[in-house]
């Protein structure tokens, strides 16, 4: 005799509310880390942002809410596999293929294809780490062109999808190698 598991329907809203809350769950987690004092010892080969005191930024008041969307989607993504010219969850992501990505389905705004048109966009520049608001685009020289991409999240953090063989992930933007590179931003949501 053969049993049927399947989850009935009236059980999906209750997964999708248990997804969102361990989501949120997951972003004040970030917050509470990132927020209080930061000792490490000596060559321990970790860092965290200078930033993670700055308070949080929104774009403007009027687009805090996409803001918003667009942080709980990029967070959301993180640990989906890099692939190069990828754009989906399900096919993985390149650094631009991401945050089009992110854009589009949280905010319903189509960005450019490659992260050199991206950066070409007209849209307010940011060229200080520290006037970074939450939802921003991020970019980064790296052989002295834009190369790079990401979308800042607040408290001195990012989401990007890095390199091949790796998976997107949340870095400090002020780190040692990121810093170093780091271009401007730009304020597609004001």
Sequence with gaps: MQQN??????????????????LFAAVLLLAA???GPQRRPPGSGTSHSALAGLPPRAPSAASA???NDILFRAIGLVGTPYRWGG????????????V??????????QLPRTSHEMAAM????????????????????????ISHVGVYVGKGRFVHAPNSGG?????????????GHFAYGKRVLD
């Design 100 to 109: 089009d990505y992110i854009y589009r389905t949280a905010a319903n705004i």
């Design 87 to 98: 754009n989906t969850p399900a096919g993985g992501f390149d650094c631009s293929g991401l």
């Design 122 to 145: 007209d849209a307010r520049k940011v060229r200080k780490m520290t006037q970074l608001a939450s939802g921003d685009l991020v970019f980064f020289d790296i052989g002295g062109a």
């Design 65 to 67: 809410g996409e803001a």
């Design 167 to 179: 998976t997107v992930r949340l870095d400090d933007i002020d780190g040692p190698y990121w810093g």
């Design 33 to 35: 880390c990132a927020s």
């Design 5 to 22: 598991h399947s989850v009935p329907e009236t059980a999906l809203p209750a997964q999708q509310a248990m997804r969102h809350a361990l």
